[in-house]
């Protein structure tokens, strides 16, 4: 009788076995790849850390759709959770590498990239999920979600260039460090890091699942330095799939370029040969951002100061002068007294950078409990954008924004982070592939 007869998997685990004690054998077997505790979580067992055989996580269309409507394909050309729609939910990762060799990163690569296929599809991760003696691979809290349209985005931030992976003259001339930017407030505990995991489900759970698997996994090789989570307007709540309003009440995204439009995203997003850094053909550089907005400020400012704030109606999104909320912005117009409709300092024009700089922002809006010194709400908007080189696209427009926007009255920038997120893997393949 062939293994496969046998209801063997392709990672030699029997199903004639499920539930039942592993022999001392097996578990030593097991253990030899580097201990118990690798086993579950360590990046020398990709063996194990591997899609069980066909076990599936989702059972229903519990949330909305059936369960292979909500799957976003991991495999491809360019990473998901870029170009994708932005799903409502997002749990986001800054890890530090605790390696001190490129075998080990590549090993984390490759056990991510197994378990992100597999999470993504609604998969459990691990085989080691039916022994009642052996603490279960996959931690559960997912089984039985659909898979939530969820996406897995890896990224290397600029210290993954530094002197402990050979990797220096690899860093990208597009990527260099952000300078402080005025009135910045950086604060450590949420920037940096080596790499970066953004995942994005419309269910918090499924992501949050997906989030804790992935430190599991890194256990011995990374560690989470920083996390945010963040949401927006569910699906459920708004079936229109209009543009979604941050926490300030505005519709934030208008202005977006048209992801489905290729030539465009070639043109702003993603890195096309013949830049120097062949290893990120078809990846995309990310900014984050953590901006705190000082609500209690704007929830005093009357609704004229906010809409002349960012250059749009609050209830529209139109431009101002405009009528509808994809009105270009008329950046000549003026009033009866010969004012600018649309303020020199309003931040829509000024981010607009008359129509010759694009990137394409995803953010979330965060909220984080009370800061415990000032009592105030900790809550605002983090700010993820994708674009082809940070020196001609974020970094002139943010230097413009900080110079001048009046939306610096509400808001302050308290978390910085940069990731070069890689090109898309093909399936056999894992990310990273292209640079270890
Ligand atoms: C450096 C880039 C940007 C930062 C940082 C940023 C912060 C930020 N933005 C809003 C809210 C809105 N932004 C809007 C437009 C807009 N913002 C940026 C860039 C940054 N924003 C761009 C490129 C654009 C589009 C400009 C254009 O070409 O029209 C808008 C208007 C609606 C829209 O187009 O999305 C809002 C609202 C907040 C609250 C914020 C920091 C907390
Ligand atoms: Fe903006």
């Not at 270009?328 to 409709?341: F, H, I, Q, R, T």
């Not at 409990?369 to 000032?374: F, L, N, S």
Request: glycine share 12%; net charge neutral; proline share 4%.
């Amino acid at each position: 009788m062939s293994k496969k007869q046998q209801g063997t998997n392709d990672y030699g685990l029997s199903s004639e076995r499920k539930g039942k004690q592993l022999s001392r054998r097996e578990l030593l077997k097991l253990a030899g790849v580097g201990g118990i505790g690798l086993m579950l979580g360590g990046t020398g067992v990709g063996s194990i850390l591997s899609v069980t055989g066909g076990k599936s996580q989702s059972s229903s269309a519990a949330n909305g759709g059936s369960a292979k409507e909500s799957i976003v394909p991991f495999y491809g050309s360019h990473q998901a959770g870029i170009a994708t729609p932005a799903q409502n939910f997002l749990c986001f990762g800054s890890f530090d590498l605790t390696a001190s060799s490129l075998s080990e990163v590549r090993k984390l690569f490759q056990a991510w990239t197994k378990a992100a296929a597999a999470m993504t599809s609604g998969q459990m991760i691990g085989e080691i999920n039916d022994y009642p003696n052996m603490p279960p691979s996959d931690t559960g809290e997912a089984a039985g979600l659909s898979p939530s349209r969820m996406t897995i985005t890896f990224g290397a931030g600029p210290s993954l260039f530094d002197s402990r992976f050979g990797l220096a003259g690899k860093r990208p001339a597009a990527f260099p460090d952000l300078p402080v930017f005025r009135a910045d407030d950086i604060q450590p505990q949420w920037s940096g890091g080596d790499l970066c995991v953004q995942v994005c489900a419309d269910d918090l759970q499924v992501a949050f699942h997906a989030l804790r698997n992935m430190a599991r996994i890194a256990r011995g090789t990374a560690v989470l330095r920083w996390t945010q989570d963040g949401f927006q307007r569910s699906g459920q709540a708004d079936t229109s799939g209009g543009t979604p309003r941050n926490l300030m009440g505005f519709k934030d995204g208008t202005g977006n370029p048209d992801t489905t439009d290729a030539a465009k995203m070639n043109e702003t997003v993603w890195i096309q040969p013949g830049t120097g850094a062949s290893w990120m053909e078809g990846g995309s550089y990310m900014v984050v951002r953590r901006i705190r907005m000082r609500i209690e400020i704007w929830d005093r400012s009357t609704l004229q100061d906010q809409e002349v704030t960012f250059g749009r109606y609050r209830t529209t999104g139109a431009p101002l002068g405009g009528q509808d909320e994809f009105d270009p912005l008329d950046l000549e117009k003026c009033d009866a007294s010969g004012n600018l409709v649309i303020p020199e300092t309003a931040h829509s024009r000024l981010a607009h950078m008359n129509g010759k700089v694009q990137i394409l922002r995803r953010a979330f809006s965060y909220s984080s409990g009370i800061d415990a010194k000032t009592g105030q709400i900790d809550a605002g908007l983090f700010f993820i954008c994708f674009q082809q080189d940070l020196r001609k696209q974020f970094m002139p427009m943010q230097h413009k924004l900080a110079a001048a926007d009046k939306l610096n009255e509400y808001i302050v920038h308290v978390g910085s982070a940069t990731f070069a997120c890689f090109p898309g893997a093909r399936e056999g393949g894992y990310i990273g592939e292209t640079l270890f």
